[in-house]
């Protein structure tokens, strides 16, 4: 068996150091003008640059309700560079400006208003691209999109340094960018080819405009990218960065604690960055929102805000088992980081000092285990490129505590063909010892095919988790099984004003212990899915199934709906609710109950300024339907936020946890610059509740952070 991996593992490792399969692209590639002046970034286009040298592109389509209709409005794009930017400006023509939504909010908070998007596909590898959205005043967004393997992501948690400003006038709204090179990343080649799109969002109309032409008859947004060159030298990215950060924190029953770290980034080329992070502030600024935690079979997961950890980590995403979960490592005394891509090798290579460690998931959101020893995490991950929209990678990733230790090493892939067929696959070795104890390599492996097209698609999966696979630096809450799963899908596009899309899907799997043919889990499920617009969207899912728990086979069916709707611009919301038979994970005495669980979130837009949020979540169970209640759970948030300025807001949050009996308040200051240049001010306080029903404090915090990001 063994020798049956390793040469499978040597054909693959072939495969990746041989010669990329050739690529030419039958598109059109725009030469970008140079400018002979660099425009002022103020929203006004007023400057003769604009119109005397920059590329112009009118030719925008509808993306929805119809696929390549008209628009009901014009939309022209300017672009050009200069040594240091790339410009990109946008005349948005509207025939009821009154009616543009432009809201006044930080950063990356700006969605359910008119936007441009400009995507740039720097590396032109059909899989990831850097993100610029803009509201009508110039408010920022910046994301990640990544599509491999048929699934696409938003990965708003990037954030660069780029220049923005927009208006409103009598004939719609203008914005125009400045995107530095040294924020991005591409090859340092004398032409630079990179692909690009250009979108439009007019959310009152639910219509979505893109260039260059758009088809849901091949699978991807960054697939169907144009291209553009880019001639001649740039500042390649060439930089060194040095960000110190101040923090002081006061809590109940501490002194006040001043600390002071550094951060450090290098750019050595336009492909490869260093980061360096010394004693860094791992705060949250918003702490997780509360969930409903009581009755979990299996740990929860909880994104990454850290910003050390965010940047590059779209490199060691993985098609099925994560292999790296950056909120394992609680509290660092010192990071660092190599990432970047040569020819068509992506690599990253992550190292940090963890000072309290947890050896659990179900320890990751109270901050860490609070272990005696230290732990120290490497982590190494390489993907190339072997086509269009598809790779080969390689992961190793080694935790080690007082001689302890958890390693794994892995092989995986994500191969497209024909725009429309995509394989993934997984080979993973995990060896852990414990003390004196030391296990042998136990393996996890997957694989999965699939094909999208615009009105069907289908797929199956199998996956294996050895009972003593480990995975220490990353997130695996469940092992000892083997699946097969598999799922169709169908697709009518009506292509009305308030009606794009209706999916009918359905799905069936089951799952067996490792070892043996004990039935684990079984479950057949359908799911119908209305897209109104692009934002606005119901769901509504059923499922029958059998889940093995204890030794017991507990027969189980389910409904849930979910929607969200955006088309009142002062009143975005969203619902969710499920029904059905649940199990109650008693080890000792389980047993076949039934659940409700209800959720309501909705933004209240009371002016272009101030915000109020509501999240609220209810869960309620009973012992048999309309029989004993063991519990009723309420979980709420209420957040409330005033932009002063484009840089400076007010934020408060409430939260009250009905299950721990606990209240969390909290106000801060923010003033932020840039990414990296920020100050915060802010005030926490915890209350519990007490055996006779008041509450008292629990603990308080009174923090600032201060960072200033220089650039040399």
Known sequence: MWRRRILA??????????????????????????FTEAPVIDGVLDNPVWEREALKIENFHQLSPKEMGDPSEKTVAYVGYDEKNLYVAFRCYDSNPKKIRASVTNRDSCIEDDWVIIFLDTFNEKRRAFGFLLNPLGIQMDCLRIEEGGNENMDFSWDTVYFSDGKIDEEGYVVEMAVPFKSIRFPDREDKVWGVTLGRNIPRKGEI????????????????????RIRGDVEKGKNFEIMPVFTSLKTKDSKVDPEAGLNLKWGVSSDLTLDVTVNPDYSHIEADAPRIEANQRFALYYAE??????????????????????RRIIDPLVGGKATGKVGRFTYGLLT?????????????????????????????????????GSYLGFCLTDKKINGSFNRVAGVDGQLKWKNNFFFSFQAI??????????????????????YFSKYWGAG?????????????????????????????FLNFYPEKEFMNQIRLSFNAGQMYEYFGNTLSDQWVGGNVHLRFTEFNQLNIKYRNSMERYEGIDF???????????????????????????????????????????????????????????????????????????????????????????????LRGILDYDHYDKAVYGSFLVSWVLRPGTVFFFGVDNN?????????????????????YWWRI
């Open 305 to 326: 805000k850290r910003p050390f950890f965010l940047e590059g980590m779209e490199i060691f995403k993985f098609p099925q088992v994560n292999l790296v979960y950056t």
């Open 9 to 34: 593992t040597t054909i693959l490792m072939v495969l990746i150091l041989w010669p990329r399969v050739g690529f030419s692209s039958s598109k059109e590639v725009f030469d970008i003008p140079r």
């Open 687 to 707: 209350l519990l509740r007490n055996e006779f029903g008041n509450y008292s404090q629990d603990d308080y915090s009174v923090f600032v952070k201060f960072s």
């Open 352 to 388: 940090a000092y963890d000072l309290n460690p947890t050896e659990s998931l179900w320890e990751v959101s109270d901050n860490g285990g609070k272990q005696d020893d230290n732990a120290l995490f490497n982590i190494f991950r390489m993907k190339a490129d072997v086509g269009p």
């Open 555 to 649: 027969h189980k069916n389910a409904i849930n709906l979910n929607v969200d709707f955006s088309l009142i611009g002062w009143l975005p919301f969203g619902a969710y609710f499920q029904t059905g038979d649940s199990i109650y994970y008693d080890p000792d005495d389980p047993y076949l109950g039934y659940k409700n669980t209800y959720e309501i979130y909705f933004t209240f837009k009371l002016s272009k300024r101030l915000q109020y949020s509501l999240n609220f979540t209810k869960q309620t169970f009973w012992k048999e339907r309309g029989g004993e209640q063991v519990y009723d759970i309420n979980v709420v948030r209420n957040r409330l936020t005033y932009q002063i300025s484009k840089t400076l807001s």
């Open 429 to 450: 070795g995990s060896k852990t010892k414990y003390d004196d104890r030391e296990a042998n390599v136990v393996p996890a492996l997957s694989a999965e095919a699939s």
């Open 209 to 228: 405009l893109l260039w260059p032409d758009f088809t849901r008859e091949i699978s991807g947004l960054i697939t169907q990218s144009g291209e553009i």
């Open 460 to 488: 199956v999966s199998w996956q294996s988790m050895h009972p003593d696979f480990e995975a220490s630096a990353g997130f695996v809450n469940r092992v000892n099984f083997r699946s097969f799963v598999g799922y169709s």
